[in-house]
Nanobody, 120 residues
Framework: QVQLVESGGRLVQAGGSLRLSCAYS?????????MGWFRQAPGKEREFVAS????????YYTDSVKGRFTISRDNAKNTVYLQMNSLEPDDTAVYYC????????????WGQGTQVTVSS
């Protein structure tokens, strides 16, 4: 089992920055462990935003956030971050962190989500 709790979402103006946090606990020692961020805008499907692999530190981003968002981790605090810069109104969504613990790379554990609203 893995427990995830997001925080940091709020209203921000376009062009601004925000850092989301995801505190994790539980079974994170798997060599397959990957932490991801997803988002879901009103009326749209949930989409992948970024991921970080525990084993090799590799990161991946969806094209629309490359160069603006950065995923990172702080082992001492058991927290994964999503630093979001140059925010745009299209970034408005509920952001979720999720964990994948097995070789199939499916995300089996999800947080409750945190709302990010970017005003124009």
């Amino acid at each position: 089992q893995v427990q995830l709790v997001e925080s940091g979402g709020r209203l921000v103006q376009a062009g601004g920055s925000l850092r989301l946090s995801c505190a994790y606990s539980g079974r994170t020692f798997s060599r397959y462990f990957i932490m991801g961020w997803f988002r879901q805008a009103p009326g749209k499907e949930r989409e992948f935003v970024a991921s970080l692999s525990w084993s090799d530190g590799n990161t991946y981003y969806t094209d629309s956030v490359k160069g603006r968002f950065t995923i990172s981790r702080d082992n001492a605090k058991n927290t994964v971050y999503l630093q979001m810069n140059s925010l745009e109104p299209d970034d408005t969504a509920v952001y979720y962190c999720a964990a994948s613990t097995g070789p199939k790379r499916t995300y089996d554990y999800w947080g409750q989500g945190t709302q990010v609203t970017v005003s124009s």
